[in-house]
């Protein structure tokens, strides 16, 4: 299968981000496919809005799209909604700002540092292996067992921090 990074960095202000959202919805297809779940229409739509910019999403904002978009969702069914997405790898929770941003290498597991930019809110995410394994050798220090590594930065991006100076 072809697995295509969909933005490792922030993006360009001329990137094509429907292709971006396409590319996402069709990994996704093929991520379930081969987990053997179901990406039902209301979990696709929901990870839709959650691609529609490079920024973390609430569940209440989802909720507000989709009530706007006619469906008679209520706050559980996009939690649960929520929910899929992320035992599928398809999203993260951005923890720090009870939000959610979708996942760029749903196949390459969760091991991600997400870099937050504090003046635009733009977030990347960057899956690095070195980062991981020095969790696991600090826990193994003081015999902690790690549950999930995500880790949150915050700072600015090269945009805005051109736009500073």
Same mark, same amino acid.
């Given at each position: 299968?072809?697995?295509? &990074? %969909?933005? @490792?960095?922030? #993006?360009?202000?001329?990137? /094509?981000? $429907? $292709?971006?959202?396409?590319?996402?919805?069709?990994?996704?297809?093929? *991520?379930?496919?081969?987990?053997?779940?179901?990406? @039902? #229409?209301? =979990? =696709? =739509?929901?990870?839709?809005?959650?691609?529609?910019?490079?920024? #973390?999403? &609430?569940? +209440?904002?989802?909720?507000?799209?989709?009530?706007?978009?006619?469906?008679?969702?209520?706050? #559980?069914?996009? +939690?649960?909604?929520?929910?899929?997405?992320?035992?599928?790898?398809?999203?993260?929770?951005?923890?720090?700002?009870?939000? +959610?941003?979708?996942?760029?290498?749903?196949?390459?597991?969760? /091991?991600?540092? !997400?870099? !937050?930019?504090?003046?635009?809110?733009?977030?990347?995410?960057?899956? /690095?292996?070195? %980062?991981?394994?020095? !969790?696991?050798?600090?826990? /193994?220090? %003081?015999?902690? @067992? *790690?549950?999930? =590594?995500?880790?949150? !930065?915050?700072? &600015?991006?090269?945009?805005?921090?051109?736009?500073?100076?």
């Amino acid at each position: 299968m072809a697995r295509k &990074t %969909i933005s @490792t960095a922030f #993006p360009s202000p001329r990137h /094509d981000h $429907a $292709a971006c959202v396409d590319e996402a919805l069709a990994q996704a297809e093929r *991520v379930c496919a081969e987990q053997g779940r179901r990406l @039902t #229409p209301l =979990r =696709r =739509r929901v990870l839709e809005l959650v691609w529609q910019s490079h920024r #973390p999403v &609430t569940a +209440y904002a989802l909720l507000e799209r989709l009530v706007q978009d006619g469906h008679r969702a209520q706050a #559980p069914t996009v +939690y649960r909604s929520l929910e899929f997405l992320m035992e599928s790898g398809l999203v993260h929770r951005v923890e720090s700002m009870n939000a +959610y941003l979708g996942c760029n290498q749903p196949w390459h597991g969760h /091991d991600v540092g !997400i870099f !937050i930019c504090r003046v635009c809110g733009d977030v990347a995410e960057l899956s /690095d292996t070195a %980062i991981s394994r020095g !969790i696991e050798r600090g826990a /193994d220090r %003081i015999g902690f @067992t *790690v549950e999930s =590594r995500v880790v949150e !930065i915050s700072g &600015t991006c090269r945009a805005c921090s051109g736009a500073c100076n």
